[in-house]
């Protein structure tokens, strides 16, 4: 397809389980971000990257998040450990540098 | 302004009234300002992008301004229909190409 595709759309995992999350940027779109959406609020910055370079993280709310881009496409996002908290959505993104981004569909992820 | 602030939060009108609500944002290392649409089980679909101080960006019944010294964008939709209701985002770039968003304002547009 022509859009950024996320997978899974849903995911629903137990307290202590680790977690990934696929993201397919649109073809030739150097730049790729991850956000993540509680309910009400708008797009958190979670990471970026420019091509397979992780240019910042500070987002990412502790040590059990990480984020790659190995080859400058496609993106996973794992959560480690995974906590309550951690129950969001996660949106990803694409562009062109400094152009507008275009959105994924987002994956739900619930913790019990 | 250290973050990207949007108001009001939510905003209620009816069909045809106009209506404009704000983006306040940093006005250190600023390249672009983006404002974005966002419709219910939908993604985030950018509107206008701004880059100048001054700049005035127009489509349809929306308009948006941007005032860079100052850190402040207005977003205006003028004779509101009910398939404008939505949240409408703005994103504040840095020349690093680190996209913030705010919060949004969510509009609701009675028939």
Redesign the interface.
């Known amino acids: 397809g022509a859009g950024?595709s996320q997978s899974p759309r849903y995911k629903v995992a137990k307290r202590g389980q680790d977690v990934a999350l696929r993201c397919d940027p649109i073809s030739g779109h150097v730049?790729l971000?991850w956000?993540q959406q509680a309910l009400?609020?708008?797009?958190?910055?979670l990471t970026?990257f420019?091509n397979e370079a992780q240019?910042?993280k500070s987002g990412l709310p502790s040590d059990r998040f990480f984020a790659e881009r190995p080859e400058g496409s496609v993106s996973t996002l794992k959560i480690q450990r995974t906590q309550q908290e951690d129950s969001a959505v996660y949106?990803c993104?694409s562009s062109r540098?400094?152009?507008?981004?275009?959105?994924?569909?987002?994956t739900r992820l619930s913790i019990l | 302004i250290l973050n990207v602030e949007q108001s009001p939060q939510s905003l209620h009108v009816q069909e045809g009234d106009s209506t404009n609500f704000t983006c306040s944002f940093p006005s250190s290392n600023f390249y672009a300002l983006h404002w974005y649409r966002w419709e219910t089980a939908k993604s985030p679909e950018a509107l206008f992008v701004m880059t100048l101080n001054g700049d005035e960006k127009k489509k349809g019944r929306i308009s948006a301004t941007l005032n860079t010294k100052e850190g402040y964008s207005y977003l205006y939709i003028k004779g509101s229909q009910p398939e404008d209701s939505a949240t409408y985002l703005c994103a504040y770039n840095t020349n690093a190409g680190k996209s913030t968003f705010g919060d949004g304002t969510t509009l609701t547009v009675k028939p």
């Open positions: 950024v730049s971000f956000y009400g609020q708008g797009p958190e910055f970026y420019q240019l910042d949106l993104a540098t400094n152009q507008p981004q275009h959105f994924g569909d987002g």
